[in-house]
């Protein structure tokens, strides 16, 4: 096993699984990811499963004979759980790591309550995006199901889903939406609660590897931005006459398109507040 992190986010997701908080694991592969997985013809594919917690997916497929299959995870005692369960899978294939810092180059990666366990932060979802992306060879997949909404407030907020139109906001720079519709098979305690999704990697993915506001556009940016601080508060911060007097998303988009020093501050304070 390659090992490499020791971070407080190691730190919190291990004190869920030692705690046994794992609300999430359900025991065995979802009928979402195995049905997919059944119709696979190339048992080689380079697979990586992120966030892959208790990896029932990757053991599904091991015993089906992928001989290709990756799992990560930051926390080091699901792995623990996985190896104990499948000495025959490759040591060398399991990931004791922060994704985020996964090098590798993948056919298909398979997500499934991954995306929903970040913080629901605008700069974290854009780097899933572009991680997810640069982790796949040209025209290589992320398949797997995504939660539609924020579910609960138990598990301190988590699953952080996001809507439809979310998902396809944060991936379409990158991915062909080949797939992006509630699961007709979900398991029964996530009936109409996901989506199935297949995401295929542009050949020439839009990346602005340094731009954190990449596929963010400047209405998402002012109406995030109004939904945290509130008008009258944006007016403080950021001193124009549009926040002020009669404000609104149209006149003020119109003023920021004109006014490059007001579009500079303005996305200059989304960036302080949504990055982490
Ligand atoms: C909600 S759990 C899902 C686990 C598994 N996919 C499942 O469905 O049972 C999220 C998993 O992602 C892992 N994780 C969270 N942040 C991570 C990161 N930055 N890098 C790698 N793994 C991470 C956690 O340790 C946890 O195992």
Request: charged content about 25%.
């Amino acid at each position: 096993m390659s090992k490499e992190t020791n971070t407080s986010e190691e730190a919190y997701w291990t004190q869920r699984y030692q705690e046994a908080l794992t609300g999430w694991d359900v025991g065995a592969a979802t009928t979402p990811m195995t049905e997919y997985a059944d119709q696979l013809k190339d048992k080689s594919l380079r697979i990586l499963i992120p966030g892959a917690g208790n990896a029932y997916e990757a053991e599904y497929l091991h015993k089906r004979g992928f001989s290709n299959v990756h799992i990560l995870d930051v926390s080091e005692i699901p792995l623990e759980n996985f190896k104990q369960r499948n000495p025959s899978f490759p040591e060398a294939h399991i990931h004791h790591q922060n994704f985020f810092k996964h090098k590798g180059t993948y056919d298909l990666i398979l997500e499934q309550t991954f995306f929903c366990s970040f913080e629901p932060d605008q700069m974290t979802r854009v780097k899933y995006a572009t991680k997810m992306a640069s982790l796949l060879a040209p025209t290589g997949k992320l398949v797997g199901v995504l939660f539609k909404e924020s579910a609960t407030k138990e598990n301190e907020g988590r699953p952080y889903g996001a809507t439809e139109t979310e998902y396809r906001r944060y991936l379409k720079p990158y991915f062909n939406i080949q797939v992006l519709e509630t699961a007709y098979n979900s398991i029964q305690p996530r009936e109409g609660s996901e989506l199935f999704g297949i995401f295929q990697k542009k050949e020439k993915p839009k990346v602005q590897k340094n731009n954190p506001l990449h596929g963010i556009t400047l209405k998402t940016i002012l109406e995030e931005l109004v939904d945290k601080y509130g008008w009258e508060e944006l007016g403080d911060r950021v001193r124009i006459n549009s926040f002020v007097s009669n404000p609104s998303i149209n006149s003020s988009l119109k003023f920021l398109r004109r006014t490059p020093w007001a579009r500079e501050k303005v996305e200059q304070l989304y960036i302080h507040t949504f990055k982490k």
